[in-house]
């Protein structure tokens, strides 16, 4: 191999190494080409390119022909390029003519200057015919003496050396005046500078000591100067008699009233047009001006100036600032520099002072006075910082922007700083970022700030930033762009609070933190068949769209995983980025199945992190202090296995088996954390997490064989539970989160074993179709738990004794009950149950553990606070403390915690829950036990709770779903156990109507994943006659005897129809059952997982988040049901077909529950507004032509509609909101009106359906709908005013006022479309709103008072006389008469006279 070329080789050696290579036939690294110069032309070129072996040219490969720039400056851009940019279809006479203009356009606005005033100055007499000649030698000895510092062009000095002469001249022939030689020296002005600079004429004035400001232009008269001059004189003449005090005040008031941008205009002017020269006063300083008065502060220039400032002023008033810190620094002297320049400096003999501006120090913050707000700024914490704050300049928070000197960033600053070249500026740019994230998310700006910071970064593309940065090459920066997203992803009081939580009753459940779902407007009035896919739809998302409603799924979008992978991978970060990055994926896990399925699918990434983090055996730590991770176990990486396996069963059997965890797992249960050679909590944050990964995994039935291998320690490790020696708190709560990790695991592993016998069975009797196996666990295999958990749970009722004691003994009790209920629940179904000896056990459980834990002052202190604490009794508990963005949702614990004790490790969900679950179990085996637990039920605190839960209105969103989770299963199980006590206590049984309702409300409240609860719920108790106390007591008769004040007898008697509703209630339970079947699938699968059926259970991710599982409306469902099968559109062509078989009946349930509802649990239905209900109602006549005219379908509707028209329900109905599901009632009831026009055939009950919208506070447009479009239909509306269950005051107050409407009503009644006995109703409707607009005093438009005599004499002139008077003679309406109105027996006086006035006088005129 060839050496390389050394600088210490010969020419010699040189050539000797050249013919080496030669001989060799080695090939040289480099190319030797001839390039053609392109300069040269195409012949020039090719005539080169035949020399090109002449020249020797050296290129390397991969090197570009340009130099790359150095920085991304912005292509430079001409103001000239853009005029010489032509087009070819240009026409070149018109891009002549636009360029060249002619002299016409120049001058055509030529306006003489007004010279009246300005004195005229005679050229000097010489005696050459010619000027001078100015020769360089002459000027440079003649202005030698007068020439001013500083370098001056040859032109300057022979001006300035001509100006000088003729100051000499002018002086010695005294051609002008002493004020004005003197002035004109000053100044120093002459002809020439005059002509050259074109100074107007009030420059006469500044030589004469005239007005600084005003000029005299635009006053339009000849002598404006000399007007000027007298202005001027008026005003020194007012400022010489004032005191200086008065002066000072002045100036004050008008520094107060004008813009300070026209201050400083003012104050330029006058900086500028200061007499004297540099050479002769020196510099003007701002100082000199500042505190004098303004002396043309009252001129009416400047006070046409201050009144068109302060109407401005108005307008901006949010943009001025302080009157009194108007402060304007003067320009840096040559002293205040902070370096002094030297002599031997190059070019810095003249001090520039606008120049060195930026040298000096800071001037203090001003105050603003604004009500407009200002813009946050942030110090490298993410600290706010007030705009008034004076901070020290070293804390390296002041830089050049827009307000130098406030203090910190802003955001807009910090993203500009994000992309600086500099690597220390990113790093700070995103580590200030990421403080201000976590700030945000704590809440710590909602008080201050406007808006939501967090809202505002992600609309500015905070997510896109720090993808970009995740992808920089400087590790610091790298660093920082984690620590920033994990503090935009992840929440560590919402990863602690889930923690705690897991031990709970179904604590491994949790909601996917997924966003609310948006549905696409575009695919509303597609067909179904057209509708895109969910997948097409998000392939042909952007990455913006995409982060925009999901910020996790558009980081994955943006292939955020494979980098994080190549951080872990590659980069091998510090202890904190690598922290960080699993903290992120477990987030990432907890959005969804899918996101965790990508995690687990991305290359490399979950072997790095195993591989790395997870090793089998590694070297103790030397010191405190880690500065790698690589090659320890991290707890963060079990958790996030953990995380990612209760997303599915299916990712927790490729856990376990691809990447081969099962010998870790063990690895990590077998090992003592004492043994670990870690630090302490490390060691037992370890166990802790591959416990609960091992319990995630035997909670689907898998990795039991395991339990089988690892025996003798578990058990080991249960039995030394309950002696804890730990060092300080924070490890006692490890060691206690390490026993209930344990339990967790012994519950699941009980469950599975107790399937294997179902599972057996099930695998014989299958022959051939799918079963799943039987676990390897059977029964035996835990039998021998039980008397351990027994005693240990023995010890911790005792330990509730000691206060030292009390805190830990509350913390496992919760796990050890869950455990004994999970024995004896699966105890039953063994074939070896001995049903004598498990009673003898529960009698001994009951007596030793069971009552003295409810009886415990401890206990009733956790049921006392269940009021207080409760999600459901305070819906305020669930609102956010922090900034929450619907794109990233959170569980909110950082204000949960503070608020309230139900999230943390002593909340007063988990030991009730566990007790009650456990309570349900031993009643449903021993039910002589059940009467022992009442005083449970009938404590005040219980009931005190329960009522408070009826009619509250919990709100769901992710911040209170994962608690009202937990509370729906202590408010169901203690539903289940007062519903046991109801038949065997009278005591409890005086409160079953508080349970039947609490029960009727907690079907609407529950959440998805708790279908199985709804369905117990509904199966048991919902429909049950032992909660209904009010058919027993008499109500019904009740009932019948308030129908008797009824004088209608024809209207169906309600006391009848409840009883009839009572004694079907099995029916109608049913009906609701068959109505739901849809979510039988959910049912199963919620109930696998409630009852611990571990081998089917699927994921412990519940179901998406979309609000309760059950509308709130459910008890309308089967008539809904029917009107949707039916397929019958709001205003689509009415059908008439055939019902379903068992329709008729079904409905009729449907309405003897709501009947049931509306008459005794009238609270049920709060959640369902008025309009709602009716608008459910008016199905019955929707869904058929002749379903309503069913005589059990009618009656029970006659008895619901007159609960909608009872006074306090009659004005709750608001029509004006549409219904929920529909876009208004309007639309409603236009397909009422074609159903009732088509099929009703008279019917009263639909025609009081439509006459209950036409009231006069309705809008007017079903009105004008009926009397318009459907006027036909009042023939057949013949209602009768006895038969009308509301007012008729609703119909006829307040007087009509739609001219139209009432053109309307005149012209049915004149056409005979509108008839007493066809509709009296609207008969009477018509004449009283006609009757009181003709004879209507009020003054009114033009129009309508036309209209109000037209109809008058229309009136008059009628043919029909009892039309006539009862329009003319209507008095009051009467509900109760025959006509419906009582009329007048003769016109009175002033309707007499009203008609005298309008058709007497045309009578008379008419004789004239």
């Keep these: 191999m060839l050496r390389r070329p050394k600088p210490t080789d010969s020419e010699a050696d040189l050539l000797r190494e050249q013919q080496e290579l030669l001989a060799a036939g080695g090939q040289s690294t480099v190319a030797v080409v001839k390039r053609p110069d392109k300069r040269r032309g195409d012949a020039a070129a090719a005539e080169a390119h035949e020399q090109g072996k002449q020249r020797d040219v050296v290129t390397i490969e ?19 390029k853009q005029e010489r940019v032509h087009f070819e279809d240009e026409d070149p ?6 360029h060249d203009t002619h002299i016409s356009a120049v001058l055509s606005r030529i306006i003489e200057r007004d010279t009246s005033a300005v004195p005229v100055s005679l050229p000097c007499i010489t005696g050459t015919a010619f000027p001078k000649v100015l020769h360089r030698s002459v000027m440079e000895s003649e202005v030698q003496e007068r020439a001013l510092r500083g370098r001056k062009s040859i032109f300057a000095r022979q001006i300035a050396a001509q100006r000088a002469k003729k100051e000499d001249v002018q002086s010695l022939n005294g051609s002008e005046s002493r004020d004005q030689s003197s002035a004109s020296r000053h100044v120093g002005f002459s002809p020439l500078e005059n002509m050259e600079t074109e100074q107007p004429e009030s420059d006469v004035m500044d030589r004469v000591g005239g007005p600084v400001l005003l000029t005299g232009q635009g006053l339009g008269i000849a002598n404006s100067a000399m007007e000027t001059m007298k202005i001027h004189e008026e005003n020194q003449s007012k400022l010489q008699v004032m005191s200086q005090s008065e002066i000072l005040e002045e100036q004050r008031k008008l520094l107060a009233q004008l813009d300070p941008r026209l201050v400083e205009f003012v104050r330029s002017r006058k900086a500028q047009r200061t007499p004297g020269s540099e050479s002769a006063s020196g510099p003007v300083q701002r100082e000199d001006f500042l505190n004098e ?11 046409h100036s201050i009144k068109a400032q302060e109407s401005q002023r108005d307008t901006m008033e949010d943009d001025e600032e302080d009157k009194n810190q108007l402060v304007v620094q003067a320009p840096i002297r040559e002293e205040e520099l902070p370096v002094k320049p030297q002599k031997e400096w190059l070019h810095m003999d003249k001090v520039e002072p606008e120049k060195l501006e930026w040298t000096r120090d800071l001037p203090a913050p001003r105050k603003q006075s604004t009500k407009k707000a200002m813009q946050a700024r942030f110090d490298f914490a993410g600290t706010l910082i007030p705009p008034t704050k004076d901070l020290p300049t070293h804390l390296g928070l002041h830089h050049h922007g827009e307000e130098p000197e406030l203090a910190g960033y802003s955001l807009q600053e910090l993203f500009l700083l994000s992309r600086s070249q500099l690597n220390q500026q990113r790093n700070l740019a995103v580590s200030t970022l990421a403080n201000v994230l976590a700030k945000a998310h704590a809440g710590e700006y909602i008080s201050s700030l406007k808006g939501s910071v967090l809202s505002s970064l992600l609309d500015a593309g905070l997510l896109f930033l720090l993808r970009f940065s995740l992808d920089d090459s400087v590790e610091g920066v790298m660093s920082a762009a984690v620590h920033a997203l994990r503090a935009l992803l992840v929440s560590s009081d919402d990863e602690e609070c889930l923690d705690n939580a897991f031990p709970w009753l179904l604590g491994m459940a949790t909601f996917p933190l997924l966003p609310t779902a948006q549905e696409d407007e575009d695919d509303e009035d597609l067909d179904e068949t057209m509708k895109e896919t969910a997948k097409e739809k998000e392939e042909k998302k952007t990455d913006h769209e995409v982060a925009r409603q999901d910020v996790v799924k558009g980081f994955l979008k943006m292939q955020g995983l494979p980098r994080l992978r190549y951080i872990l991978e590659v980069v091998r970060p510090s202890p904190r980025v690598v922290l960080d990055i699993l903290e992120v994926l477990i987030r990432i896990a907890r959005h969804s199945t899918a996101a965790a399925t990508q995690i687990l699918a991305c290359p490399r990434l979950m072997n790095t992190v195993i591989s790395e983090f997870l090793p089998c055996s590694w070297a103790p730590a030397t010191s405190r202090a880690l500065s790698s991770l690589y090659g320890l176990p991290v707890a963060l990486a079990m958790k996030l296995l953990r995380v990612l396996a209760s997303a599915g069963r299916h990712a927790c059997a490729r856990i376990l088996n691809s990447l081969g965890r099962k010998e870790l797992l063990s690895h990590f249960v077998v090992v003592e954390p004492s043994e670990m050679l870690l630090e302490a909590g490390e060691a037992l944050l370890c166990s802790t997490e591959a416990l609960r990964l091992f319990a995630v995994a035997a909670s689907y039935g898998q990795a039991c064989n395991l339990y089988t291998d690892l025996y003798p320690v578990l058990v080991k490790r249960l039995q030394a539970g309950n002696r804890l020696c730990a060092s300080s708190e924070a490890v006692l ?18 469950q599975t074993a107790g399937c294997h016998e179902e599972l057996q069975r099930d695998l014989v009797s299958a022959q051939g179709t799918e079963c799943p196996p039987p676990p390897p666990v059977v029964w035996s295999h835990v039998m021998g738990l039980q008397p351990t958990v027994i005693s240990s749970l023995k010890g911790c009722v005792r330990a509730l004794d000691g206060p030292a004691q009390m805190s830990s003994a509350l913390i496992l009790l919760p796990s050890y009950l869950l455990y004994t209920e999970a024995y004896y629940s699966q105890l039953c179904v063994q074939s070896s149950f001995q049903p004598v000896q498990c009673l003898q056990e529960l009698e001994s459980l009951t007596s030793d553990v069971l009552l003295p834990l409810i009886s415990h002052q401890a206990m009733r202190n956790i049921t006392s606070s269940f009021r207080s604490s409760s999600m459901i009794c305070n819906p305020g508990l669930s609102a956010a403390g922090g900034e929450v963005v619907p794109s990233l949702p959170i569980l909110g614990c950082s204000w949960l915690k503070t608020s309230s004790t139900m999230a943390g490790p002593n909340s007063p969900l988990s030991l009730p829950t566990a007790l009650l679950y456990l309570l349900n179990t031993i009643t449903s085996i021993h039910k002589g036990l059940i009467k022992k637990f ?27 779903a994962w608690i009202l989770h937990h509370e729906h299963h202590l408010l169901y199980l203690l539903l289940r156990l007062a519903h046991k006590l109801v038949p065997v206590d009278p005591e409890v049984a005086k409160h079953a109507a508080l349970f039947h309702q609490v029960s009727m409300a907690l079907v609407s409240w529950l959440l998805p994943g708790s ?10 108790m919902t429909f049950s006659h032992s909660l209904l106390p009010e ?9 019948a005897l308030a129908e008797l004040q009824l004088k209608d007898r024809t209207s169906p008697a309600v006391g009848a129809l409840l009883r009839d509703a009572l004694q079907h209630l099995p029916s109608i339970r049913g009906c609701y059952l068959t109505h739901l079947a849809h979510l039988e699938s959910s049912v199963l699968s919620s109930r696998d997982r409630y009852l611990g059926r571990t081998p089917f259970v699927s994921s412990h991710l519940l179901p998406e988040l979309t609000g309760p599982s059950l509308p709130s409306d459910w008890p309308f469902l089967p008539l809904i049901s029917l009107y949707e099968r039916m397929g019958l559109s709001a205003g689509g062509e009415q059908q008439v077909e055939s019902l379903p078989e068992g329709s008729v009946q079904s409905v009729t349930h449907c309405l003897q529950w709501l009947l049931v509802l509306e008459s005794w649990r009238e609270q049920a239905l709060t959640a369902v507004p008025p309009v709602a209900k009716l608008a459910r109602l008016a199905c019955v006549f929707l869904c058929s032509s002749d379903l309503f005219l069913e005589r059990p379908v009618q009656e029970l509707t006659w008895a619901l509609f007159r609960g909608l028209t009872r006074p306090a329900q009659l004005e709750a109905l608001d029509l004006g909101s549409p219904p929920p599901g529909l876009a208004s009632f309007h639309d409603l009831y236009s397909a009422l009106l074609a159903q009732y026009e088509a099929v009703s055939f008279g019917d009263s009950l639909f025609g009081c359906f439509m006459l209950l919208p ?15 479009e459907h006027v036909g239909m009042l023939r057949s509306l013949g209602v009768s005013l006895q038969q009308l269950p509301i007012p008729l005051e609703k119909f006829t107050c307040p007087m009509e006022d739609s001219l139209p409407l009432l053109r309307l009503y005149f012209r049915a009644l004149v056409t005979g479309a509108l008839k007493r006995n066809w509709c009296p109703v609207l008969y009477v409707v018509a004449v009283a709103h006609l009757n009181a607009f003709i004879f209507s005093q009020d003054e009114v438009a033009e129009e309508k008072e036309a209209a109000r005599r037209s109809l008058l004499r229309k009136t008059y002139y009628l043919t029909d006389e009892v039309l006539k008077n009862h329009l003319l003679l209507f008095r009051l309406p009467q509900q109760n008469s025959e006509l419906g109105f009582s009329t007048y027996e003769q016109l009175p006086p002033i309707r007499a006279r009203r008609l005298e006035s309008i058709v007497g006088t045309e009578v008379k005129g008419g004789e004239r």
């Design 62 to 80: 991969d090197l570009p022909d340009e130099l790359p720039t150095l920085t991304p400056a912005p292509p430079k851009k001409s103001r000239f």
């Design 1011 to 1020: 279908e199985y609860l709804a369905h117990e719920l509904m199966s048991v």
């Design 93 to 98: 006479e018109e891009r002549l003519d636009r």
């Design 733 to 750: 709560f490890l060691e206690l989160d390490l026993i209930t990790a344990l339990l967790v695991l012994l519950t699941r592993v009980t």
């Design 934 to 960: 009442s005083h449970l039920i009938l404590s005040d605190s219980v009931l005190s709770y329960l009522r408070s839960c009826i009619g509250a209105m919990p709100s769901v969103s992710h911040m209170s």
């Design 1254 to 1268: 036409l009231q006069r506070r309705y809008s007017v447009t079903m009105r004008l709908a009926v009397f318009g």
């Design 1031 to 1039: 058919g027993v007591h008499g109500e019904t008769e009740v009932a």
């Design 293 to 303: 008065p303004l002396p043309n502060s009252t001129s009416p220039e400047l006070d």
